[in-house]
């Protein structure tokens, strides 16, 4: 059984750097695609981005795209994502997820791709 826990999360001022990190607990394997997504107040979740786990292949969600960085320690079973210049809109919990069947291209930005989610860390940003 796979266990996801976030961490990282607060209240941060516009064009601020924030890092998150999941905890993954489990087995793993090479394939598996990690990725995070968030949700905010009256929206869906929506995907923020993804990567396998050994790194060699990442997508962002275009909002996020040159502000955030994601990326994997596969040694110590952890993912994280690095918040540069974060914005109001980046305001959301945060949530870290795992598929079952390694990583698809074509459906890496869809959440029921993934088996595994975290509790979400929740991350504010306001001035």
């Known amino acids: 059984q796979v266990q996801l826990v976030e961490s990282g999360g607060g209240l941060v001022q516009p064009g601020d750097s924030l890092k998150l990190s999941c905890a993954a607990s489990?087995?793993?394997?090479?394939?598996?695609?990690m990725g995070w997504f968030r949700q905010s107040p009256g929206k869906e979740r929506e995907f923020v981005a993804a990567?396998?786990?050994?790194?060699?292949?990442?997508v962002y969600a275009e909002s996020v795209k040159g502000r955030f960085t994601i990326s994997t320690d596969v040694a110590n079973n952890m993912l994280y994502l690095q918040m540069n210049n974060v914005k109001p809109e980046d305001t959301a919990v945060y949530y870290c997820?795992?598929?079952?069947?390694?990583?698809?291209?074509?459906?890496?930005?869809?959440?029921?791709?993934?088996?595994?989610w975290g509790q979400g860390t929740q991350v504010t940003v306001s001035s």
């Open positions: 997820a795992r598929d079952s069947r390694g990583l698809r291209v074509g459906f890496v930005q869809t959440q029921n791709e993934y088996a595994y």
């Open positions: 990567i396998r786990w050994i790194a060699d292949y990442t």
């Open positions: 489990g087995r793993t394997a090479n394939s598996y695609a």
